[in-house]
């Protein structure tokens, strides 16, 4: 059982807005402004698209966007494209133990 | 930056794990990262292991702490993950990722799946 706690699926049709959740405590997620999201399709290794909340590395499209209210962080992909489909992990630092934990992962579907 | 996992694929029930990963690009005693490991189960989620810093200091995950230990061996540019008493539960797809400041990781190797059988 995983951490922080995400919607098994998502879907949207191309060029559509997709949000995906992911839900934790006050003691990761509501207590840090440390999380991230990565992407990772199959077979391949997960990569970093958002951190520290809202922030996107170099090379992100910014369809991808995120934010944070409480202890529940969301990920939005805006405009779907079919290379968006793929798993989703959200991250989060959970400070009591010094540990970086995970989601359970969302596949998001692009019908 | 490129990060590359190597090691055996198959271990035996109650024997040690061992991998090593091999950093180019970047140097590991670049103190601005936390050189670390992280496991996917078949076709689950991801799990934090740990890390090893160029400090020297490790932090471990408590459900694993028991069992791990990292090292680093900088004049070959690579870290290393023992993970001792293994069973079962601990095959997985195996990580190894360079954790930048604060809290995010960066860079990935491709992955190493690492199945316990006998």
């Known amino acids: 059982q995983s951490a922080l706690t995400q919607p098994p699926s998502a879907s949207g049709s191309p060029g559509q807005s997709v949000t995906i959740s992911c839900t934790g405590t006050?003691?990761?997620?509501?207590?840090?402004?440390?999380v991230s999201w990565y992407q990772q399709h199959p077979g391949k290794a997960p990569k970093l698209i958002i951190y520290?909340?809202?922030k996107r590395p170099s090379g992100v499209p910014d369809r991808f966007s995120a934010s944070k209210s409480g202890s529940t962080a969301s990920l939005t992909v805006s405009g779907l494209q079919a290379e968006d489909e793929a798993d989703y992990y959200c991250?989060?630092?959970?400070?009591?133990?010094?540990?970086?934990?995970f989601g359970g992962g969302t596949k998001l579907t692009v019908l | 930056v490129q990060l590359q996992e190597s090691g055996p694929g198959l271990v035996k029930p109650s024997q040690t794990l061992s991998l090593t990963c091999t950093v180019s690009?970047?140097?590991?005693?670049?103190?601005?990262?936390?050189w670390s490991w992280i496991r996917q189960h078949p076709g689950k989620g991801l799990e934090w292991i740990g890390y090893?810093?160029?400090?020297?200091?490790?932090y471990y995950n408590p459900s694993l702490k028991s069992r791990v230990i990292t090292s680093a061996d900088t004049s070959k540019n690579q870290f290393s993950l023992r993970l001792s008493s293994v069973t079962a539960a601990d095959t997985a797809v195996y990580y190894c990722?360079?954790?930048?400041?604060?809290?995010?990781?960066?860079?990935w190797g491709h992955g190493t799946l690492v199945t316990v059988s006998s």
């Open positions: 990722a360079g954790e930048a400041w604060p809290y995010y990781f960066d860079y």
């Open positions: 690009g970047d140097s590991i005693s670049n103190s601005e990262y936390y």
């Open positions: 090893i810093h160029s400090s020297g200091h490790s």
């Open positions: 006050s003691s990761d997620i509501g207590g840090y402004n440390y």
């Open positions: 520290e909340v809202i």
């Open positions: 991250s989060s630092y959970a400070g009591s133990n010094n540990l970086r934990v």
